[in-house]
């Protein structure tokens, strides 16, 4: 059975993840408008990583006898003034999910639930590929400043990542 205050921060966290990836969706959008479909497929593939930290989440707390509860999710904006801007705020946002992964490692570990600090082992190692991918791109993107020929370098970059399904019990994907 897993820990009561553990089942209750990840179920907080199945939400986050939900609203990652309901931010990246609306980024994708916001890409695809301007025209970056690099950048609106890099976005999408993102999706498809969040949905996943969100079912691993979900799939945890089912097998070991929990309750899932699910929450409503945020539409936590829709447009941007630049791709810069847009990948600065997935960094904003990224070192936010790091944060409630750490409350949610320091939660497990209070309450001697060593098996979630065993899956969470996991999500440390993800945020620390998630916050590094996308400092990558705004590296990119300040070099580039308004130049059009170097934004379109970068989406055509961005336009090759694809979606890698985690092997169970194994580490992030590349970006
Ligand atoms: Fe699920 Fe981007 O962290």
């Known amino acids: 059975m897993v820990n009561p205050k553990v089942a ?9 993840e939900l609203e990652s990836a309901y931010l990246y969706y609306a980024m994708q959008a916001y890409f695809a408008n ?11 593939v993102q999706v498809k990583e969040e949905l996943f930290h969100a079912s691993k989440f979900y799939d945890y707390i089912i097998n070991r006898g929990g309750q899932i509860q699910l929450k409503p999710i945020a539409i936590l904006k829709t447009t941007w003034e630049s791709p ?6 997935a960094l ?4 936010f999910i790091t944060s409630r992964i750490n409350f949610l490692m320091k939660t497990a570990i209070d309450e001697n639930d ?5 899956l969470l082992d996991w999500y440390v190692n993800e945020q620390v590929e998630e916050e ?16 059009g020929e170097g934004l379109l370098m970068i989406d055509r970059e961005l336009a090759t990542r694809v ?13």
């Not at 060593?114 to 065993?118: D, Q």
């Open 92 to 95: 904003i946002h990224e070192e």
């Open 84 to 89: 810069l801007n847009a990948f600065k705020e």
């Open 132 to 147: 590094s991918n996308v400092t990558k791109i705004i590296a990119s993107l300040v070099q580039v400043k308004d130049s």
């Open 34 to 44: 301007a025209g970056f479909d690099g950048m609106a497929n890099w976005m999408s």
């Open 163 to 175: 979606f890698i399904m985690p092997i169970p019990g194994q580490g992030a994907q590349p970006a």
């Open 114 to 118: 060593f098996a979630s600090k065993v």
């Open 8 to 16: 209750a921060a990840i179920n907080e966290q199945i939400k986050n």
